[in-house]
C-alpha cells in the first residue's frame, strides 16, 4: 500500500506540473455592478471598481469570448495570460451599468441569465432573506415553519452596512437569522423554497414587489443584452436551484428548458450553461448528464482554478471577483495566472 500510495502522489505531482507547462486561461467570474450599499453576500463590484478591473484586465490580459476561450482551451492554444469574463444570475445592472463599461473597454463578456427571473417582479430568493432579516422594524415571533430558534424580543433591528457573510465576530440576531435562511433554502426544490420564502416575506410584512436596484432583467432588456456587440447569453437555470440536490428529471428541465427559453427570447444560440452556485457538491454526475443532453457546448462551475487544456468542458473553473481595488485585483491575477 505505501507503494501504492506514493505512485499517486508522483501521479498527482506530474499532473500539476504538465498543468504548469501547458497553456492556461483564467476565467473570472461576476455577480453585480452596483453599490456601494449593504451586500451581505458581497456580491456587488461598485461601477468605478469593475472600471478599474477592466482598464488593468485591457493592459494585462488577453480577454476572449467565452465560446473563442473554450474553443482555443481545449485545443491547447490559448495565448499567455487568456481571460474570459461571465456574470451569473442575469441582474438588471448587468445591461445598465456593466455593459456600457464593457463596451466602453471593448472587451467581451457572457451573462448567464435565470431565466425563470426574466420579467418578473420579485427578487432573488437570497434577495429577499435579506430583506426578511434586516428590515427595518421589529420582527415578531411565530416565524413560518423553518427550523430556526427566533425570539421576538431579540428582533430589534440593530444594523450594522457594513457586515458580510464573512466578518469575523459573533452575529447578532438577525444575522445568525440571514445565515441560518439562506443554508436552510438553499438546496430546497425550488417550489417549497419559494413557497417558504413568500411566508417569510408575509411574516416581515416586506412587499412581494422587489426593489428597483435588485431586480433582474425584463425581457426586452434581455433581448437588449444579446443585440449588444461583445455579449454573449448563457444559460443559468430556470430556478436556479443547488441542481445536485434535485431528481434528475428536474436538472434536465431546468437546463433544457432554460437554454430553449433564452434562445426564444433573443433569437440567438445559447451554446453555454453556468451552473447555479456551481460548486462542487452542486454539480452531480446527473448535472453534468443533463448539461450534455440539453446540448450546451460547455457549462461553468464556480469552482477555483485556472483553466487548461484537459479540464472538463462540463466543470470550466471560474474565480469569484469580488470589489477588490485595481492592486488588490493585479495581485490575484498574477497568483491565478501561476497557479
Do not use: K
Not at 15 to 32: D, F, K, M, Q, T
Not at 55 to 68: C, D, F, K, Q
Not at 166 to 179: I, K, N, S, V
Not at 229 to 256: K, M, N
Request: proline share 7%.
Amino acid at each position: 500500500m505505501r507503494g501504492l500510495g506514493t505512485a499517486r502522489r508522483w501521479s498527482r505531482a506530474l499532473a500539476r506540473a504538465v498543468r504548469r507547462r501547458s497553456a492556461r486561461g483564467i476565467v473570472l467570474l461576476y455577480h453585480r455592478v452596483a453599490g456601494p450599499r449593504f451586500d451581505p453576500l458581497m456580491l456587488d463590484v461598485s461601477p468605478s471598481t469593475f472600471a478599474d478591473h477592466l482598464a488593468l484586465l485591457r493592459t494585462e490580459a488577453t480577454v476572449l469570448p467565452l465560446g473563442e476561450f473554450e474553443e482555443r482551451r481545449r485545443a491547447g492554444r490559448l495565448p499567455e495570460r487568456a481571460v474570459a469574463i461571465t456574470f451569473d444570475d442575469g441582474y438588471a445592472d448587468n445591461l445598465l451599468t456593466a455593459v456600457p463599461l464593457l463596451r466602453a473597454a471593448d472587451l467581451p463578456a457572457t451573462i448567464f441569465v435565470t431565466a425563470g427571473m426574466v420579467d418578473g417582479s420579485g427578487e432573488f430568493w437570497w434577495d429577499d432573506v435579506e430583506r426578511v432579516a434586516f428590515a427595518a422594524h421589529p420582527l415578531a415571533g411565530g416565524m413560518p415553519e423553518s427550523g430556526i430558534s427566533w425570539m421576538a424580543e431579540g428582533s430589534l433591528p440593530v444594523h450594522d452596512p457594513s457586515w458580510n457573510i464573512f466578518a469575523p465576530g459573533t452575529h447578532t440576531p438577525r444575522q445568525h437569522l440571514f445565515l441560518s435562511l439562506c443554508e436552510g433554502l438553499r438546496s430546497l426544490p425550488p417550489a417549497e423554497r419559494d413557497a417558504r420564502v413568500s411566508a417569510l416575506r408575509r411574516w416581515a410584512a416586506v412587499p412581494a414587489r422587489g426593489r428597483e436596484s435588485h431586480r433582474a432583467v425584463t425581457r426586452a432588456e434581455l433581448r437588449a443584452l444579446a443585440a449588444t456587440p461583445g455579449i454573449t447569453i448563457g444559460a443559468h437555470s430556470l430556478t436556479h436551484p443547488v441542481l445536485s440536490a434535485q431528481p434528475a428529471v428536474v436538472q434536465r428541465e431546468e437546463l433544457a428548458a432554460s437554454r430553449a427559453q433564452l434562445a426564444a427570447w433573443t433569437g440567438t444560440p445559447v451554446s453555454c450553461a453556468a451552473y447555479p452556485f456551481g460548486m462542487a457538491g452542486d454539480v452531480s454526475a446527473t448535472t453534468v448528464r443533463a448539461a450534455r443532453a440539453a446540448g450546451f457546448r460547455a457549462a461553468c462551475a464556480n469552482v477555483a482554478g485556472p483553466a487548461w487544456r484537459w479540464s472538463s468542458a462540463w466543470r470550466v473553473p471560474r474565480y469569484l471577483v469580488r470589489d477588490w481595488d485595481a492592486e488588490l485585483f493585479a495581485r490575484h491575477l498574477q497568483r491565478w495566472w501561476t497557479e
